[in-house]
């Protein structure tokens, strides 16, 4: 998907809302455990539910591969229901790839040509020679790893370096000299609030895929107020808060009220500031 082709989601459906399926084996309601593939049930289920609010899909892959086979084939199962029913929808596997070469032109060749997703999490630490590979296809993107709201991101994110920067924002700033905004975008957690706003002086046009808010306590308004530009620029994802927002049968209904309920503040945010 191209960059225009995300903008004019986000402007038709009036929502920048990436729904995270992370389908635990523990968490699904019991009765799907009776079917054949239990997490795409699930997954299937959350789609279809929630397609009418969201832009984009996240499937993190460590749900789909503690199942092992199963599990595997379970995501690219997902993955292809959501390109054929949905093929508007934008896919990121949330896989936080990053290694050497020509083991990342390998993990780019399996998600981008064998799961046809449209994007891919990949981790900057080991440089430019890990992230390129992934770069380059069009309709392709990189999701680089720069600010995330866990505690221990304080342990390096956060460091000064000797020129003065933090290491995230050296990491945004030598991360512009691989790709465009057409072909990288950034993760940056919902909870650091104002830091978003740091970010968007680095790359004021890119892309920012932004997890945390709903169940981990990242508030919409802050996410809108310090990172939203002229193009939107921001995939707000939300997982636990929509997709476990009921344990029972009526699950998906319960997903799509939250989706629904989450599309509409997204759209009030979209009428004030585009």
């Known amino acids: 998907m191209t960059r225009q082709e995300l903008i004019t989601q986000i402007r038709q459906k009036e929502s920048f809302l990436c729904v995270g399926l992370d389908p635990d084996i523990k968490k699904i309601p019991e009765h799907l455990l009776r079917e054949e593939y239990p997490l795409f049930a699930f997954c299937k289920a959350i789609v279809d539910a929630t397609a009418p609010y969201a832009v984009a899909y996240k499937p993190n892959l460590a749900f789909f591969e503690a199942e092992g086979t199963a599990g595997t084939e379970a995501f690219e199962k997902t993955v292809e229901y959501i390109r054929t029913n949905y093929p508007e929808t934008f896919i990121i596997a949330d896989a936080k790839r990053g290694d050497i070469g ?3 032109a390998l993990y780019a060749r399996s998600f ?7 994007a891919v999490t990949v981790a900057p630490y080991m440089g430019a020679d890990s992230v390129k590979p992934f770069l380059g296809e069009p309709g392709k993107w990189v999701v680089l790893l720069a600010l ?3 505690p221990g991101s304080m342990d390096f994110q956060m460091q000064e ?12 700033e030598t991360s512009r000299e691989w790709a465009g905004t057409d072909e990288m975008m950034y993760v940056v957690g919902a909870t650091r609030g104002e830091l978003i706003g740091d970010v968007r002086k680095i790359v004021p046009d890119s892309f920012l895929l932004v997890p945390g808010v709903g169940a981990q306590g990242g508030s919409l308004e802050e996410v809108c107020r310090y990172g939203m530009n002229k193009d939107c620029g921001l995939l707000v994802n939300s997982s636990r808060g929509i997709i476990y927002a009921s344990k029972g049968e009526d699950f998906a209904e319960a997903a799509s009220r939250e989706a629904h309920k989450l599309r509409d503040a997204m759209a009030a945010h979209l009428a004030a500031n585009l």
């Open 102 to 104: 020509n083991t990342s």
């Open 112 to 118: 981008f040509s064998h799961y046809g997703v449209d």
């Open 148 to 150: 995330t709201s866990n």
């Open 161 to 172: 370096l000797s020129n003065g920067k933090r290491l995230f924002e050296q990491v945004l």
